[in-house]
């Protein structure tokens, strides 16, 4: 059971994040359980992460903030393995390096700064940029199946359901588009026959009009020769 001090300075630090929240990230203690926070961070744009959202806990102990946390990360995505502890100065791991004046907000922060960071560690696992954009496309829908994740983060659920929405109107709207160039194409042809037609009915009635003229002078120039005859006989 946690210790009166360690409860005062965790609801604490707690309003304080509320007030001043730290960029990129969003933490939540569990309801039943202030030792137990959960957070989200949110991969940095420029990053391989960009776009991700990574879930996670820390547990602190009963004697915080005279002891550090331990760090854990649940979202797949190729920095730390997961539901493993991560290696921090800030973590459990390294008691040693402790500073009770670091705080939720501060940890928070080295997390987020370290995670976009390169640097082995106990608990991190090598991947290419390639497996990491990949994994945090698919971060949102990996958290979403988790039913504290939902009840904690209702706000990612939400956006989770648009960007749902959304892809579901494209993918309607793009066999529409097919259907509709054979019409189209058929329409094209359609108007191309009649101009085709039109132009046929154009050279016809030119050449109707142009060969009773030919005619005419023919048959003047025939008129005046077979009226000539007489006269010339005589």
């Not at 203690?29 to 959960?38: A, F, K, N, R, V």
């Not at 991700?52 to 602190?60: D, L, N, S, T, V």
């Not at 991947?127 to 990996?142: I, M």
Request: with cysteine; net charge positive.
């Amino acid at each position: 059971m946690a210790e009166k001090s360690c409860v005062k300075r965790l609801q604490k630090e707690y309003r304080a994040l509320c007030k001043e929240p730290v960029s990129h990230v969003v933490a939540r203690p569990s309801p039943s359980d202030i030792l137990e926070w959960h957070y989200v961070l949110e991969g940095s744009e420029g990053t391989p992460f960009a776009g991700g959202y990574y879930y996670g806990k820390i547990k602190f102990p009963p004697e915080y903030p005279y002891k550090p946390p331990g760090i854990t990360m649940i979202t797949p995505n190729g920095r730390f393995g997961t539901q493993k502890k991560i290696c921090l100065s800030m973590s459990d791991f390294h008691p040693e390096s402790w500073n009770p004046m670091w705080s939720a907000s501060s940890i928070l922060t080295g997390l987020l700064s370290f995670m976009m960071d390169n640097s082995p560690t106990t608990g991190s696992v090598n991947t290419t940029d390639a497996e990491k954009a990949r994994l945090a496309k698919a971060s949102l829908a990996f958290n979403c199946k988790n039913s504290t994740f939902r009840k904690l983060f209702p706000e990612y659920v939400e956006k989770y359901n648009q960007q749902q929405h959304s892809e579901q109107i494209i993918s309607e709207q793009v066999p529409q588009e097919e259907n509709s160039r054979p019409a189209i194409e058929k329409l094209d042809n359609s108007l191309g026959n009649v101009e085709r037609v039109d132009t046929m009915k154009d050279t016809r009635r030119n050449a109707k009009q142009t060969i009773p003229t030919w005619v005419m002078l023919l048959l003047v120039s025939i008129f005046g020769i077979v009226m000539a005859l007489p006269l010339l006989q005589l």
